[in-house]
Nanobody, 122 residues
Framework: VQLQASGGGLVQVGDSLQVSCAAS????????MGWFRQTPGKEREFLAR????????LYADNVNGRFTISRDNAKKMVHLQMNSLKPDDTGVYFC????????????????WGKGTQVTVPA
């Protein structure tokens, strides 16, 4: 199983950025996918989750309305479009996969990928 995140970078306050995750080695179209963020000294933070069907997305309160998660089952990709970026959005962004939609951020998930760094200087 591989989940490879990409698209991170250094952006300015108010900018937009899209991070993506390429999946392989499991039945992607049967899994919920999601994004988390981690900053030094803090626990990994849930950001967004999308069910296998693409409908019924879920967002953390602090990114709702600014971030949009989407997926392409044919290409086995999941994306996180991030708008109106703030310094607090700085961190390493990880994608994750799990066969269930519930409890994201509250229980261990099945697969994790390596992250991509997003930096928004103050």
């Amino acid at each position: 199983v591989q989940l490879q995140a990409s698209g991170g970078g250094l952006v300015q306050v108010g900018d937009s950025l899209q991070v993506s995750c390429a999946a392989s080695g499991f039945s992607f179209s049967s899994y919920a996918m999601g994004w988390f963020r981690q900053t030094p000294g803090k626990e990994r933070e849930f950001l967004a989750r999308i069910p296998w069907s693409g409908g019924g997305t879920l967002y953390a309160d602090n990114v709702n309305g600014r971030f949009t998660i989407s997926r392409d089952n044919a290409k086995k990709m999941v994306h996180l479009q991030m708008n109106s970026l703030k310094p607090d959005d700085t961190g390493v962004y990880f994608c994750a996969a799990d066969r269930y939609n519930y409890g994201w951020g509250a229980r261990p998930l099945e697969y994790w990928g390596k992250g991509t760094q997003v930096t928004v200087p103050a």
